[in-house]
């Protein structure tokens, strides 16, 4: 099989194969897009693939194949084809085989001394080093960003990519905005001599939406050849006893690979040597659903760098020991996430002596540095190494002897995810730094009116940031105690910073900076 990188000097679309070296599937892509030819369709070649899925004990996919119309059944031999079956099929029995068994793990906390703490006021100054230090790299353009956007907003009753949602701000802007915003801003701040690359991941449901939503917005202000879309990789879904599943007559159910694909989908979709090309060396990674996410944080990408990390993770304190949250720690004396379903009661509520602290305290918010070198060099030997994850959900399909279309009310399949975290184990040099829930961490997870990690929190808690900003530069803000619709446009403050002008004057509460000097006072 012939593959080429493409690496067009200017923005376009195209319909191509895009694969996860496991599966490669037509849609919609842009700029640096690896393509594998699937074989011709033939007799002999679809009797060959037809001995190669009853060898891997996927042979029953094929009942009904000559019903399909021609059309149908070339799409089908294509999508079949472009799946290595061997392979899923072992991640399957490897990743169930596997499932339920890490109680053998040794699990421990990481050790007092192990990380730094934003919290800690004795480390103002350390935190003035590592600020200073990401400014200049970003100031270098030796920093770049990912985000990780492939979900849609179901649970928030939007079939839009969840980037697109408007948590009710007085600027109605969306997750998107905002972050692009923050990007401008710390290109701003460098003088605007920076730029900073924004690698987009979306997934099949959400590419060409997305892609639209940032056309619609002129890039929210950003340079349209600084933005690279790439695809999240797919994989078959599975029934219990490890048979691949049809969505429909002729052709395959599959699902998003988990957010540890972004590692292969960043390789394959050559945006790992884009960034190579612009000299990148530093790249922050968060995911779409946390309206606090400071966007290509210099503090944090200082701090890693300066300890001379190839990958770095952010952390909060967890509100409390049951809160059903992984976190970082040692498994197996290697940095690891464990979930919260993994750790005992008696575990979870342990605390470091004499500080009243919890022990797993490190509530992992996927937000995470690397180095370019660690990305391009170092993962690919690794991914061997990566197991894939169970998740047991409903999964409509249909009857293969049947023909019947099948909707559970109860999970019926299997779905096989990497996560992000799975690199963890093999990182040799690792840095992880604890900040402040309140300043960088509100997940937008749940529907409107749930109270939890919704729309609503999400919005209380940027305003009420907006609010710290002002006061922190000596600003009052009238009727601060109620919560007032207060925001501050990411172009005029990324951190709290810019506002020295607001010194000593009482601002009106319900207001949108979108100039520091058109402030409404009282």
């Given at each position: 099989?012939?593959?080429?990188?493409?690496?067009?000097?200017?923005?376009?679309?195209?319909?191509?194969?895009?694969?996860?070296?496991?599966?490669?599937?037509?849609?919609?892509?842009?700029?640096?897009?690896?393509?594998?030819?699937?074989?011709?369709?033939?007799?002999?070649?679809?009797?060959?693939?037809?001995?190669?899925?009853?060898?891997?004990?996927?042979?029953?996919?094929?009942?009904?194949?000559?019903?399909?119309?021609?059309?149908?059944?070339?799409?089908?031999?294509?999508?079949?084809?472009?799946?290595?079956?061997?392979r899923?099929?072992?991640?399957?029995?490897?990743?169930?085989?596997?499932?339920?068994?890490?109680?053998?793990?040794?699990?421990?906390?990481?050790?007092?001394?192990?990380f730094?703490?934003?919290?800690?006021?004795?480390?103002?100054?350390?935190?003035?080093?590592?600020?200073?230090?990401?400014?200049?790299?970003?100031?270098?353009?030796?920093?770049?960003?990912?985000?990780?956007?492939?979900?849609?907003?179901?649970?928030?009753?939007?079939?839009?990519?969840?980037?697109?949602?408007?948590?009710?701000?007085?600027?109605?802007?969306?997750?998107?905005?905002?972050q692009?915003?923050?990007?401008?801003?710390?290109?701003?701040?460098?003088?605007?001599?920076?730029?900073?690359?924004?690698?987009?991941?979306?997934?099949?449901?959400?590419?060409?939406?997305?892609?639209?939503?940032?056309?619609q917005?002129?890039?929210?202000?950003?340079?349209?050849?600084?933005?690279?879309?790439?695809?999240?990789?797919?994989?078959?879904?599975?029934?219990?006893?490890?048979?691949?599943?049809?969505?429909?007559?002729?052709?395959?159910?599959?699902?998003?690979?988990?957010?540890?694909?972004?590692?292969e989908?960043?390789?394959?979709?050559?945006?790992?040597?884009?960034?190579?090309?612009?000299?990148?060396?530093?790249?922050?990674?968060?995911?779409?659903?946390?309206?606090?996410?400071?966007?290509?944080?210099?503090?944090?990408?200082?701090?890693?760098?300066?300890?001379?990390?190839?990958?770095?993770?952010?952390?909060?304190?967890?509100?409390?020991?049951?809160?059903?949250?992984?976190?970082?720690?040692?498994?197996?004396?290697?940095?690891?996430?464990?979930e919260?379903?993994?750790?005992?009661?008696?575990?979870?509520?342990?605390?470091?002596?004499?500080?009243?602290?919890?022990?797993?305290?490190?509530?992992?918010?996927?937000?995470h540095?690397?180095?370019?070198?660690?990305?391009?060099?170092r993962?690919?030997?690794?991914?061997?190494?990566?197991?894939?994850?169970?998740?047991?959900?409903?999964?409509?399909?249909?009857?293969?002897e049947?023909?019947?279309?099948?909707?559970?009310?109860?999970?019926?399949?299997?779905?096989?995810?990497?996560?992000?975290?799975?690199?963890?184990?093999?990182?040799?040099?690792?840095?992880?730094?604890?900040?402040a829930?309140?300043?960088?961490?509100?997940?937008?997870?749940?529907?409107?009116?749930?109270?939890?990690?919704?729309?609503?929190?999400?919005?209380?808690?940027?305003?009420?940031?907006?609010?710290?900003?002002?006061?922190?530069?000596?600003?009052?803000?009238q009727?601060?105690?109620?919560?007032?619709?207060?925001?501050?446009?990411p172009?005029?403050?990324?951190?709290?910073?810019?506002?020295?002008?607001?010194?000593?004057?009482?601002?009106?509460?319900?207001?949108?900076?979108?100039?520091i000097?058109?402030?409404?006072?009282?």
């Amino acid at each position: 099989m012939g593959m080429t990188i493409i690496h067009p000097k200017e923005r376009f679309t195209y319909r191509f194969l895009y694969f996860d070296s496991l599966i490669h599937e037509e849609s919609d892509f842009s700029i640096g897009t690896m393509v594998q030819s699937t074989a011709s369709f033939t007799s002999e070649s679809l009797a060959a693939l037809k001995q190669r899925y009853a060898e891997a004990g996927q042979g029953h996919v094929f009942k009904g194949f000559d019903e399909l119309d021609d059309k149908t059944a070339g799409e089908f031999f294509g999508q079949l084809s472009g799946i290595e079956v061997e392979r899923v099929t072992g991640f399957f029995k490897n990743a169930t085989a596997a499932h339920g068994q890490e109680g053998g793990d040794k699990i421990e906390p990481l050790e007092a001394g192990s990380f730094a703490s934003a919290l800690d006021r004795a480390q103002a100054d350390e935190r003035a080093q590592w600020r200073a230090e990401g400014m200049r790299l970003i100031g270098a353009n030796k920093v770049a960003v990912i985000l990780l956007a492939g979900g849609q907003g179901s649970r928030l009753g939007s079939s839009e990519p969840k980037g697109c949602y408007d948590i009710g701000l007085p600027s109605q802007s969306s997750l998107f905005a905002i972050q692009a915003h923050r990007i401008r801003r710390l290109q701003q701040l460098s003088g605007n001599t920076a730029t900073i690359p924004w690698l987009v991941m979306t997934s099949g449901p959400t590419s060409a939406a997305t892609q639209a939503t940032f056309a619609q917005a002129d890039y929210f202000g950003l340079r349209e050849e600084d933005v690279f879309f790439f695809n999240q990789g797919v994989l078959p879904c599975f029934d219990f006893d490890g048979h691949i599943l049809l969505e429909q007559a002729g052709r395959v159910a599959v699902a998003p690979n988990g957010n540890g694909g972004v590692y292969e989908a960043l390789r394959v979709s050559g945006a790992l040597d884009w960034l190579r090309e612009r000299g990148v060396e530093h790249v922050h990674s968060y995911c779409v659903d946390n309206c606090l996410v400071r966007v290509a944080d210099p503090e944090f990408v200082g701090y890693a760098a300066l300890r001379g990390a190839e990958c770095g993770a952010l952390v909060v304190p967890k509100k409390a020991w049951d809160e059903p949250v992984g976190v970082i720690c040692l498994r197996n004396s290697r940095y690891g996430v464990v979930e919260y379903s993994e750790i005992s009661s008696e575990m979870a509520q342990l605390t470091r002596d004499g500080s009243g602290e919890l022990a797993y305290n490190a509530g992992n918010i996927c937000n995470h540095y690397y180095t370019l070198d660690f990305l391009q060099h170092r993962v690919p030997e690794l991914e061997a190494k990566f197991e894939h994850h169970v998740a047991k959900k409903k999964i409509k399909h249909v009857d293969v002897e049947s023909g019947d279309l099948v909707i559970p009310t109860k999970p019926n399949g299997i779905k096989l995810e990497r996560f992000v975290f799975d690199v963890f184990p093999h990182v040799e040099r690792m840095a992880v730094l604890e900040v402040a829930r309140n300043d960088q961490f509100s997940p937008l997870k749940n529907a409107p009116g749930s109270g939890v990690d919704c729309p609503e929190t999400a919005r209380r808690d940027l305003l009420a940031q907006c609010v710290r900003f002002a006061e922190a530069a000596g600003a009052t803000i009238q009727d601060a105690e109620s919560e007032p619709a207060f925001e501050i446009s990411p172009l005029v403050s990324y951190g709290g910073e810019g506002l020295e002008s607001l010194r000593g004057k009482t601002l009106v509460g319900d207001q949108l900076i979108t100039d520091i000097a058109s402030v409404q006072t009282v």
